[in-house]
């Protein structure tokens, strides 16, 4: 009997499904977009040592949002956020911005890099695609990067999303799409505003490129 398991990759924007066929004797692997071509392909493979195939529709599982982590943290604005820097942005558990700190966009977070779940940690270090919504005041804005291999991830105060490929200790994703200057004004004078609670959702799942 020949089981068929099927886990969902989100590749950027598009979803890709992995199938695999596992017996005894084989296990073959192959990863197609769009899903529904992925058996016919897997069927037309050559099976080594296996004469036949018993297959059950019953045996064929899909999860479409399987493999999905998400963690939310919690900042405030501030008056002095300007947004200006061009490769960076920042949240940041300290109090107050600097003259110099425009990359910061959120003080009184609830966690730096260090205090992130084990799980999210393990996820952006296999190098996985991380999507930050970023929520304030009624405006939202999402940022796409990447994880890295070389992430650590033990900074006790800051989080910083970096366009850049500059790995630190502070630093939760790079390859980012947008930097504090890119950021909507909408969004960016809300996070001037020291009453505004800040919402920052980090989701994780699929593989860079």
């Known amino acids: 009997m020949i089981g068929i398991g099927i886990v969902p990759d989100v590749f950027r924007d598009k979803l890709m499904t992995r199938y695999f066929f596992e017996s005894i004797d084989d296990i073959l692997f192959a990863q197609v977009a769009p899903p529904d ?18 297959y059950l529709s019953s045996s064929l599982r899909k999860w479409e949002d399987m493999g999905k982590i998400v963690e939310v943290i919690t900042a405030r604005g501030h008056p002095r956020v300007t947004a200006k820097h ?44 991380v999507n930050i919504t970023i929520e304030a ?23 910083v999303i970096r366009k850049s490929r500059f790995t630190c200790g502070r630093t939760l994703a790079v390859g980012a799409d947008k930097a504090a200057m890119d950021l909507s004004r909408a969004l960016v004078a809300k996070l001037r505003d020291s009453s505004t609670k800040v919402k920052v959702t980090i989701e994780v799942g699929g593989q860079s490129p």
Request: charged content about 20%.
């Open 37 to 54: 071509e992925a058996l016919n392909q897997l069927l037309s493979l050559p099976l080594v040592h296996t004469t036949k195939i018993n």
């Open 137 to 159: 005041g009624g405006e939202m804005e999402v940022v796409r990067a990447f994880g890295h291999p070389l992430l650590t991830l033990v900074h006790p105060k800051d989080l």
């Open 86 to 129: 061009q490769t960076t942005l920042m949240f940041t558990k300290d109090r107050e911005v600097g003259f110099k700190g425009n990359c910061i966009v959120g003080v009184l977070a609830d966690k730096g890099s260090a205090g992130l779940h084990d799980e999210l940690k393990s996820a952006i270090k296999s190098g996985a695609a």
